[in-house]
């Protein structure tokens, strides 16, 4: 039971993949989320390249114009969405009943 919940944690991806994914989705292409994210364009190529690798399914169209989102894409756009939202509010509510942060 042990060995088939790690299995399945190696093959989940990681946060950077879903938040260069969700940027790309977002501004549309790969160079605009590096800007936002400060990181390299091909660090996000690269990381939506193993995202996709990942869950075996293309997210995204490429072309000269712009990224596009796949029906796969849109699904997991609005769940990642939904996801880093959750924890923007987590963390806020953990900063706010702990006296925004500071020990006590």
Same mark, same amino acid.
Request: hydrophobic share 40%.
């Given at each position: 039971?042990?060995?088939? @919940?790690?299995?399945?944690?190696? #093959?989940?991806?990681?946060?950077?993949?879903?938040?260069?994914? %969700?940027?790309?989705? %977002? %501004?549309?292409?790969?160079? =605009?989320?590096?800007? @936002?994210?400060?990181?390299?364009?091909?660090?996000?190529?690269?990381?939506?390249? $193993? *995202? !996709?690798?990942? *869950?075996?399914?293309?997210?995204? !169209?490429? #072309?000269?114009? +712009?990224?596009?989102?796949?029906? =796969? +894409?849109?699904?997991?756009? #609005?769940? %990642?969405? $939904?996801?880093?939202?959750?924890?923007?509010?987590?963390? &806020?509510?953990?900063?706010?009943?702990? &006296?925004?942060?500071?020990?006590?």
């Amino acid at each position: 039971m042990q060995r088939q @919940r790690e299995e399945h944690l190696k #093959n989940l991806p990681s946060l950077k993949q879903l938040r260069a994914f %969700t940027m790309v989705a %977002t %501004t549309g292409s790969a160079l =605009a989320a590096a800007a @936002r994210l400060r990181i390299s364009q091909p660090a996000v190529s690269y990381s939506l390249d $193993r *995202l !996709e690798a990942v *869950l075996g399914v293309r997210l995204l !169209e490429r #072309n000269v114009s +712009g990224s596009y989102l796949t029906a =796969a +894409g849109r699904l997991l756009h #609005n769940r %990642t969405t $939904r996801f880093f939202a959750q924890i923007v509010d987590a963390v &806020g509510y953990v900063i706010d009943s702990a &006296g925004h942060g500071h020990d006590k």
